[in-house]
C-alpha cells in the first residue's frame, strides 16, 4: 500500500464521498472506499490549483510598457513554443498553441512538484503521463480529420499507392497505437527513476550530494515536458500535413 500523503489524507478525511461518486459514474470501486483518494489524483488536482492561481495572479499585472519578472517568463515561453509550432507544425501552428502549451505547463510543474518535500510527482505514475498520451492520440486524429476530411485523411493509412495497402494498413496502425505507450513509457519512466535516485541518496547523504541530483531532477522535469510538447507536435503535423502534387 502507498504511502498516503498530507494533502491527500486530507481529501480522504474530509471528501471520500466526493471520489467514490467519481468512481460510481464509471462502474468503478476504491479498494478502500473510506480512503478513495490515491496520492497521484490530489497531486494532479494540487498542480492544477497552483497553475490556476500562478495565472490568477499574473492576469491582472500584464503590462505593456511595465512587464514584471513573471510575466516575461511566460512571454519568453510563449515565444518559443510559437516558435516551435510553426518550425514543426506549419504556419498555422499557432492554431495547436493551446494545447502544446497546455502539455508543456501542465507536465512540467507536475514534474517539479515532487521536489518540494511531502509532495509526489504524478507524472511518475502511469496513469498520468498516459491520460496526457491519450488526449495527444486522440487530439492529433480529429485535427487530422478537420484540416483534411475523414476520407483523404484515412487515406495516409494505405500508404502512397494501392498494391501498398495490405501492407501498409497494418504497420500505420501499429505505429499510430504505439505512440501512447511511447509517450507514457519515455515520461513516467523518466520520472520515477529520478525521483528514486533522488530518495536514495537523500538517505545515504543528506547534505550536499543529494543537491546536484536534484539539479538533475529539474533539468529532467524540463527535458521530458519538452519533449513529450515536441512529439506531440510531430504527431499534429503528420496529422494535418497535406501532401504535395
Not at 36 to 44: D, G, L
Not at 119 to 139: D, I, K, N
Request: aromatic residues 16%; charged residues 10%.
Amino acid at each position: 500500500m502507498e504511502h498516503e500523503l498530507g494533502f491527500t489524507k486530507l481529501f480522504n478525511d474530509y471528501i471520500p464521498g466526493v471520489a467514490n461518486a467519481i468512481l460510481g459514474i464509471f462502474g468503478q470501486h476504491a479498494h478502500n472506499p473510506e480512503r478513495p483518494w490515491a496520492n497521484f489524483v490530489t497531486m494532479q488536482i494540487l498542480v492544477t490549483l497552483i497553475i490556476m492561481v500562478l495565472f490568477a495572479i499574473l492576469s491582472p499585472k500584464i503590462s505593456m510598457d511595465r512587464p514584471g519578472k513573471l510575466q516575461h517568463i511566460f512571454e519568453a515561453l510563449y515565444t518559443f513554443l510559437h516558435d516551435q509550432a510553426q518550425e514543426i507544425v506549419g504556419h498555422h501552428g499557432h492554431r495547436y498553441l493551446y494545447l502544446f502549451a497546455t502539455f508543456f505547463i501542465f507536465i512540467l510543474f507536475a514534474n517539479l512538484i515532487g521536489i518540494i518535500p511531502a509532495f509526489e510527482s504524478p507524472t511518475m505514475f502511469p496513469p498520468v503521463p498516459l491520460g496526457c498520451a491519450l488526449v495527444a492520440f486522440l487530439y492529433y486524429h480529429a485535427q487530422g480529420v478537420i484540416e483534411q476530411g475523414t476520407w483523404k485523411y484515412l487515406k495516409h493509412f494505405a500508404g502512397p499507392v494501392w498494391w501498398l495497402t495490405p501492407l501498409m494498413i497494418p504497420i500505420e496502425l501499429i505505429s499510430h497505437l504505439a505512440r501512447p505507450m511511447s509517450l507514457t513509457i519515455r515520461l513516467f519512466a523518466n520520472m520515477f527513476a529520478g525521483e528514486q535516485v533522488t530518495l536514495v541518496f537523500l538517505k545515504m547523504v543528506p547534505l550536499f550530494i543529494p543537491v546536484i541530483f536534484m539539479g538533475m531532477h529539474v533539468f529532467v522535469a524540463f527535458l521530458q515536458a519538452y519533449i513529450f510538447t515536441l512529439l506531440a507536435m510531430v504527431y499534429v503535423a503528420g496529422a494535418v500535413a497535406h501532401e504535395e502534387h
